[in-house]
């Protein structure tokens, strides 16, 4: 193949179509939509092969924190590789997964204690819900077997994932193959009445889960949540109240509760992880995405010494948790993840942060004002906003309409990569974006408001 025909679009679109089959897309759309083959990323640009610019505004799928091709990160990697790229982790170790264990457990409160590997955020999510349930077994609870997660919740994509799951365009085609899982209704402020706080609406709908817990508890190893944010589920949000009640109850009736931080850890919704804004301590926390900054697939989970206790035994007792994967607590990946906490340190980007979220709200406060918009929401670095057929009664329009892919367009052609779900246009910028930045983005997503809503 020559240098030349290598490098231009047209050709390596051709070439992956052949041979790449893409996530999350119906690869027909590619008959229409084009797909984009990306040459380099700097900080908050993505360039293609015909020398346009594109800022990544929704963070690469929200693994991204510094930007990309950040130069301190590259460099913390490049000297990993020097000296190892892996050694598997069962009986043997490395300074960087041992530095990152560490780390982690000294920004969790002070019952977290065990750092466990894995993957990347199904696989936390699995093997979190493994660990769960095992925990309950060495224990000598027999019945403990089910779990409860909430309406629109996401929590991957595996089958034990899926099955926590709630959301019906990734799930319902597979709902044979799922794990039974107990589903309580969603405390999604979106869907609160008029005359209700978030706060209020959000103490009523845990009474729902009050409920099921009491009635099902001795049946149910754990509750999985995605603290505050429902991201997947078209970013929908509710009151840190929720986890505080949520925590009182798991302790009463002895559940788990696991927080899925995968999405909203590392800073999105304004702390370091989003249940600090309750005040607890989950039994289990799981974290990937931004773990990296955004370079590798990375994932582990976070517990306490007496979920660890209830595993340290005699081997031929065999009640040691045997989960692995090949790749656990990758040196580079791990490297990776040092340098990009190195970075929260020495750049103060939690409260470097609170001064860009205080501007994207500021900026996208007019923006509640178009006759199509029934909602902008904000929890720190992720803003939200719903598109509405009808602003009164906040109809939405037919899914069918794909007026998300419209407002992706009209982003692409004005230099911004957003990546609306349904008609959720979000913004969940790496932190390293200026207000100025800022500013071209929203007013971009207003243009493409107009465009989709027409
Ligand atoms: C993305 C995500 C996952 C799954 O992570 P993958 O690395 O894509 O498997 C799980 N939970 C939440 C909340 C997520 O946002």
Redesign the pocket.
């Given at each position: 193949m020559s240098k030349k025909e290598s490098k231009s679009a047209r050709d390596l679109i051709k070439r992956d179509l052949k041979v790449v089959w893409h996530p999350c897309t119906q690869m027909k759309d590619h008959e229409k939509i084009p797909l984009i083959p990306i040459k380099k990323g700097k900080g908050i640009w993505l360039e293609d092969y015909d020398g346009n610019q594109y800022i990544d505004a929704i963070s690469s799928w929200?693994v991204n924190l510094f930007g990309h091709s950040n130069p301190y990160i590259n460099k913390q990697i490049t000297k990993q590789l020097g000296n190892l790229e892996h050694v598997l982790l069962a009986g043997f170790t490395h300074e960087p997964a041992i530095n990152l264990a560490e780390r982690l457990i000294k920004l969790s409160p002070p019952k977290i204690k065990k750092c466990f590997f894995t993957d990347?955020?199904?696989?936390a999510?699995d093997a979190a819900m493994k660990m769960s349930y095992h925990y309950w077994k060495n224990k000598g609870f027999k019945k403990k077997s089910k779990f409860i997660s909430l309406s629109n919740s996401?929590?991957?994509?595996t089958l034990g994932?899926l099955s926590v799951s709630n959301i019906d365009l990734y799930k319902k085609t597979y709902e044979e193959l799922m794990i039974e899982s107990i589903v309580v209704e969603s405390p999604d402020c979106y869907l609160k009445d008029e005359n209700h706080t978030d706060k209020q609406h959000t103490e009523i709908m845990f009474d729902k889960m009050l409920k099921v817990i009491e009635k099902k508890h001795k049946e149910v190893s754990a509750v999985i949540i995605?603290p505050l944010v429902q991201?997947?589920g078209y970013m929908r949000m509710y009151h840190p109240i929720y986890l505080k009640l949520l925590r009182e109850a798991c302790d009463k009736y002895n559940i788990h509760l696991i927080a899925?931080e995968?999405?909203v850890g590392f800073g999105r919704t304004g702390t370091m992880f989003a249940y600090e804004q309750s005040k607890i301590t989950p039994d289990i926390i799981?974290l990937?995405?931004g773990i990296t900054g955004g370079y590798m697939?990375l994932?582990t989970i976070l517990t306490t010494n007496d979920m660890y206790d209830a595993f340290y035994d005699e081997y031929t007792k065999l009640n040691a948790f045997l989960h692995s994967h090949s790749y656990t607590a990758n040196p580079i990946a791990c490297s990776a993840a040092n340098a990009s906490l190195d970075i929260f340190e020495k750049e103060k980007t939690i409260s470097k942060n609170k001064i860009l979220s205080e501007h994207i709200s500021k900026s996208l406060s007019r923006i509640s004002q178009h006759e199509h918009v029934g909602d902008v929401r904000q929890h720190g670095m992720i803003a939200a906003i719903e598109m509405v057929k009808n602003k009164l009664t906040k109809t939405s329009y037919d899914w069918k309409e794909r007026r998300g892919v419209r407002a992706y367009e009209y982003g692409l052609k004005n230099n911004v990569l957003i990546r609306p779900l349904g008609n959720v246009i979000y913004f969940m910028p790496p932190y390293i974006i200026n207000k100025n930045e800022i500013d071209k983005v929203i007013n971009v997503i207003e243009g493409a408001i107009d465009i989709a809503t027409k």
């Open positions: 929200w990347n955020g199904s696989s999510v996401y929590h991957g994509e994932s995605e991201c997947a899925d995968i999405a799981c990937s995405k697939t994932s």
